[in-house]
């Protein structure tokens, strides 16, 4: 069968955007093809997680970029360079040929809160192998990314647990 | 810390519910806790998820029920049947505590189309260990249940390549 690479969006500010990357990841995983996930959170991936995906580590190459989870820095230009080294990275492993699947989680924040030019990235998504499938998580994707792409999900919260005061479980949300 | 047992609901037509689903699965199973995942609609877990769910099969027990995708039957009293067949799996493993997180595949799907009791199913959610997550995916998710959840997401379809005549990929949505 044809490959056709999807530009996928994982976004909204509901629980289940990671959640789905891990579970795409498996799925890709599952097949034997090579999946490459970059966490641009730090942190943001639980323990639970990251054992999970060490299972895999024949088939998934996890990379974490950044550092804490707001972007609300007291060093900027140390974030932005950050961001840049993540985004560098991210290029070369679209750019590789070496990935069936490519996951940038948590990336729409480097966009949203401008620590990245979205025409350049928005330019490596549009020229990479037609055949190279991405999906990026995060809230807030730009209008311009969900134009550019194939798939998009919008994960709404409708109920939350700490709406009803319940602290974040184990093996669950973490 | 306290473990709340959660009541999660993954609905909406958009992809990613039973990849959350997945996703979930890994978490606690990275965590080595036991999880049960139930597949009410035979068929829908493909390869590469059934492959990569094999890897953890220390943790996760998968099991099958139903038969094909729709319920528009021939043989409703048999449809009926397999749907009372597999809730009483579910509800055996929701009542051993032998599992972290019991996930119900697609089972929305059975309520929707009336093949089981809405009011007995809520009742075992209701009366379950306060200890135990339960996950159900699917659309059409009943506002009854969608009421007595703790956490609930609706994956919303912003985009889908089929829109764009683009056929399913390998590794990615199956």
Redesign the interface.
């Known amino acids: 069968?044809?490959?056709?690479g999807?530009l996928?969006?994982?976004?909204?500010n509901?629980?289940?955007?990671?959640?789905?990357?891990?579970?795409?990841a498996?799925?890709?995983?599952?097949?034997?093809?090579g999946v490459c996930i970059i966490q641009f959170i730090k942190g943001s991936w639980?323990?639970?997680?990251?054992?999970?995906?060490k299972?895999?580590s024949d088939n998934i190459d996890f990379r974490v970029m950044g550092r804490g989870f707001t972007w609300k820095s007291d060093n900027l230009e140390e974030d932005k360079r950050l961001a840049l080294e993540g985004w560098t990275l991210a290029r070369e492993c679209i750019d590789s040929g070496k990935y069936?699947?490519v996951i940038l989680d948590e990336f729409t924040y480097l966009l949203h809160y401008k620590m990245l030019d979205l025409d350049v990235c928005l330019d490596v998504f549009s020229n990479r192998s037609p055949s190279q499938?991405v999906l990026v998580t995060g809230r807030y994707a730009p209008d311009a990314l969900?134009e550019l792409?194939?798939?998009?999900?919008?994960?709404?919260?409708?109920?939350?647990?700490l709406q009803?005061g319940?602290?974040a479980?184990?093996?669950?949300e973490?």
């Not at 996928?8 to 909204?12: L, S």
């Not at 509901?14 to 795409?24: D, I, P, S």
């Not at 639980?46 to 995906?53: H, I, N, P, Q, T």
């Open positions: 069968m044809d490959t056709h999807l996928m969006v994982f976004t909204g509901g629980k289940g955007k990671t959640t789905a990357a891990l579970g795409m498996m799925r890709s995983a599952g097949h034997g093809l639980s323990y639970g997680e990251l054992k999970a995906v299972r895999f069936h699947l499938h969900v792409a194939d798939l998009v999900t919008e994960m709404q919260v409708v109920k939350h647990p009803k319940i602290k479980q184990r093996g669950i973490f």
